[in-house]
């Protein structure tokens, strides 16, 4: 999981934290209420090599050292968000990490999250940190065969991640064997979807972990190295600049208005329109525009954490 | 994680179960005494297309499919003997997999757990189930921390796997730069480990998780391709047919008396040499020779999972 502005892949991990009500005697309230607002410093630019560091936290405060477009970062900012949970949001350059950073993770990944002197890290584990420390607002379910369902879900669904990175790094010559590969991934999910969500009749751990990913794939869909399509132009303005990307390649086998595509992956389209609606989505993600963006700029090894700001 | 006989490496996970021990109302009283015997039919012979389905479970039995070999069944087969549960093992013969097998495991691997009419699959996912159904023997600590940590542990040893059988397929081109990158995991964890166990001081989730791939290293330690060393002949009888595997490499770089090599892993040098003389450990595991002897014939893609029976 290297962090070089090389691969788009697994390039990351990052978040955004929250700070914490707190009340008297030092007890958790968490606000069950999901909002943008308790990720403060979302959109703050990130820190790099010769920036300060940022003041010691107090107890009871959560930090969570991200990166805007990071797609393990938004794990756990909709995790944070969903659970209500306040957190100062700090944002690295990965390309130019300060020096101090170092101490936090000493591989200098995001996301790691701070609280209480400790560092938690790791996209899948920071999510299971946060259920076991606040129960009470717990995403995964309290008994063990569906706490352990939706772990092996995660499991079966990660398969997707390469082959979404496989397909934004496609080669003319390798593009129809990744489109594939895709392909299989989406049946797969599709036939694991046997409710609205992966998490039964509500959106649950193993639907916030995958999502980012979907989310990404979604930018991409519709979308040729070769040409624009109609849908390219319509959805976001954003592909007005698409010529800058001529030679690289995207999902061209999927429905932008209609991601993955109704006809083949019903459920999955389904359960995407809905996940886009949740506002732990909305106040966890970047706007798509900016993403797509950051995407493309990041493929072609000019990743701009600061994008926009 | 595919499970034909061409990797050495992620071949497959198992594990072997045990019956629990019912009350009146049913509920759960697993006993905390380690014993070998609350594996049932741990080498029982692997099942394989044609050999009838197992009978029914009752409720409130455990059984673990499993393969005798396998270091993810043993992950699973270290933590049932730890916490003392009872379960009945059915090996299945991974090259040809019972066709009834497939209903209990969509993609036919091992391990797979089955209680009360569930399965649950992924050798790091069924200790974690079996501590959530079973808390008051739980291996995984109670503060949401230290159980953070014990995940991250989990993941950051986790490389070292695949370290480990790049050693074993190992080819005398690239044998220097896969034994480098073995060095580099195996001072990755030494630095890892600040007390006596991964755990703290016992083990734990960690240790258990990674422990069966650290057995499988020390078979091979201080074994050439080339020729056997002394400590070759010395250590297993098994070692006398060595002649066979001429062209393969080892770890050589590696102490087999004393592995991984005190001097140089002053700390990992000791765990081992604890995790070796845990009862849970010796209840789970293979005799050495045997062991050795089954990867020795995996590598050359003959495995056979009844090797001595």
Same mark, same amino acid.
């Given at each position: 999981?290297?962090?070089?502005?090389?691969?788009?892949?697994?390039?990351?991990?990052?978040?955004?934290?929250?700070?914490?009500?707190?009340?008297?005697?030092?007890?958790?309230?968490?606000?069950?209420?999901?909002?943008?607002?308790?990720?403060?410093?979302?959109?703050?630019?990130?820190?790099?090599?010769?920036?300060?560091?940022?003041?010691?936290?107090?107890? $009871?405060? @959560? /930090?969570?050292?991200?990166?805007?477009?990071?797609?393990?970062? !938004? +794990?756990?900012?909709?995790? #944070? =968000? &969903?659970?209500?949970?306040?957190?100062?949001?700090?944002?690295?350059?990965?390309?130019?990490?300060?020096?101090?950073?170092?101490?936090?993770?000493?591989?200098?990944?995001?996301?790691?999250?701070?609280?209480?002197?400790?560092?938690?890290?790791?996209?899948?584990?920071?999510?299971?940190?946060?259920?076991?420390?606040?129960?009470?607002?717990?995403?995964?379910?309290?008994?063990?065969?569906?706490?352990?369902?939706?772990?092996?879900?995660?499991?079966?669904?990660?398969?997707?991640?390469?082959?979404?990175? $496989?397909? @934004? /790094?496609?080669?003319?010559?390798?593009?129809?064997?990744?489109? !594939? +590969?895709?392909?299989?991934? #989406? =049946? &797969?999910?599709?036939?694991?979807?046997?409710?609205?969500?992966?998490?039964?009749?509500?959106?649950?751990?193993?639907?916030?972990?995958?999502?980012?990913?979907?989310?990404?794939?979604?930018?991409?869909?519709?979308?040729?190295?070769?040409?624009?399509?109609?849908?390219?132009?319509?959805?976001?303005?954003?592909?007005?600049?698409?010529?800058?990307?001529?030679?690289?390649?995207?999902?061209?086998?999927?429905?932008?208005?209609?991601?993955?595509?109704?006809?083949?992956?019903?459920?999955?389209?389904?359960?995407?329109?809905?996940?886009?609606?949740?506002?732990?989505?909305?106040?966890?993600?970047?706007?798509?525009?900016?993403?797509?963006?950051?995407?493309?700029?990041?493929?072609?090894?000019?990743?701009?954490?600061?994008?926009?700001?």
């Amino acid at each position: 999981m290297g962090l070089s502005g090389v691969r788009i892949g697994y390039f990351s991990r990052s978040w955004r934290l929250q700070l914490y009500f707190f009340t008297a005697n030092f007890s958790l309230r968490p606000s069950t209420m999901v909002s943008a607002s308790s990720l403060i410093g979302v959109d703050s630019r990130s820190l790099k090599k010769g920036d300060p560091a940022p003041d010691d936290l107090r107890p $009871g405060q @959560f /930090r969570i050292y991200s990166m805007r477009f990071c797609p393990f970062a !938004e +794990r756990a900012l909709i995790y #944070l =968000a &969903k659970k209500g949970i306040k957190a100062e949001v700090v944002n690295i350059n990965l390309s130019e990490k300060p020096d101090w950073y170092f101490k936090k993770h000493p591989e200098g990944k995001v996301p790691a999250l701070e609280y209480n002197g400790n560092i938690v890290v790791e996209s899948a584990i920071i999510p299971q940190y946060l259920d076991d420390l606040l129960p009470e607002t717990s995403v995964l379910p309290k008994d063990p065969y569906e706490r352990a369902k939706q772990r092996i879900l995660l499991e079966q669904l990660s398969s997707f991640i390469g082959a979404v990175y $496989g397909v @934004f /790094r496609a080669t003319p010559e390798d593009r129809q064997a990744k489109e !594939e +590969r895709l392909h299989t991934e #989406l =049946a &797969k999910a599709e036939s694991l979807l046997e409710k609205e969500y992966f998490g039964g009749d509500h959106a649950g751990f193993a639907d916030y972990m995958i999502y980012p990913f979907y989310e990404r794939l979604a930018l991409f869909a519709g979308q040729s190295g070769d040409h624009a399509g109609f849908a390219d132009y319509m959805i976001y303005p954003f592909y007005e600049r698409l010529a800058l990307f001529a030679g690289q390649s995207g999902a061209q086998s999927l429905h932008k208005e209609d991601f993955p595509g109704r006809q083949q992956y019903h459920r999955l389209t389904k359960w995407f329109r809905n996940m886009q609606s949740l506002p732990e989505i909305t106040a966890a993600q970047q706007p798509p525009e900016m993403l797509t963006q950051y995407l493309h700029g990041y493929i072609k090894g000019i990743a701009d954490y600061d994008l926009g700001l």
